[in-house]
């Protein structure tokens, strides 16, 4: 994937940066139908072959990616993030929204390793992995937005891009699908016109945001995957971590996680093996953003008295 760490834009700039491409309303003359969509045939994790317009698009709002099962960089932090924007979503999951992860490997991932993927990161109702064909592929990810040119250049050859679309109403946006889920939940559900019926506190009520450097790279960049005392997430629990682990060791593996599994090192590939085999991506973190989420974890110890 690109390198730029899309999760520091801040929800007030994103959303300035998302693409909305308009059809108008629902018609015969749609142009982001049946006419522009190849109907080509995709597999999806459980073996079943589905039409990419016919079974997937038409008549439903979607949220699409793409992804391969043995990316090093962000694509574990894309399916762990959208496996929580997933949760928020709850029963709308499969009835007013659907999920579609299309691999751009699909030499590798196969069904069965799409299902095996799927289920390493809780997977629900809704959600489709999918492979097919090289050139189908190509061309259904060119249609959909998620192949550009300047992609070819970088390091995994596509970018972390999460397409929405409404297929009646013919209009889609672009988001980043390693931001806030829970930004991102508002965010499709405003732009699909869903209702919240939940209460909602004034304004007046909200508490002051106050976040120090360490905890908002922290909140924004790990809490996915990590807790500081709530338990294991897709990743270990980070309580007491800067007393078990060397300094200089955890410094490095934060900053070059994926060059120190591929040396072998042999704190890395036993997290990896325990942890289901979930790479933890490189977020590309400067010094002293390493440095304040350590701080940060270390205060959050303090905290608590360990």
Known sequence: ????????????????????????????????????????????????????????????????????????????????????????????MGKEIFFYSITIDPKRDTPKVLKAYAEKYGVGPGWLFLTGKEEDIRLATKKLGLSRVRDSVSKDGHSASLMVGNEPAGLWMRNSAVDNPQFLATTIGNFLGWKDTAPRKSYAEA????????????????????????????????AGVTARRDRSWLVRYITAPDKMLAEGDPIAVALFEKYQYARMPNLRLSSDEVAAVLSYVEGRDAARGR
């Open 207 to 238: 508490r002051p945001l106050v976040l120090d450097k360490g905890e908002y790279f922290f909140q924004s960049q790990c809490s996915v995957c990590h807790s500081v005392g709530q338990g294991d997430k897709m990743g270990p629990d980070l």
């Open 1 to 92: 994937m690109q390198g730029r760490n899309w999760g520091r834009v801040t929800a007030a700039l994103l959303a300035g940066a998302v693409v909305f491409l308009r059809g108008g309303p629902a018609s015969a003359d749609n142009r982001w139908g049946a006419d522009y969509f190849p109907n080509v045939p995709l597999v999806t994790q459980d073996g079943a072959t589905v039409r990419l317009y016919d079974d997937l698009l038409k008549g439903k709002s979607v949220a699409i990616n793409v992804i391969y099962t043995s990316c090093k960089d962000e694509c574990p932090l894309e399916t762990a993030r959208l496996a929580q924007l997933q949760r928020l979503l709850g029963e709308r």
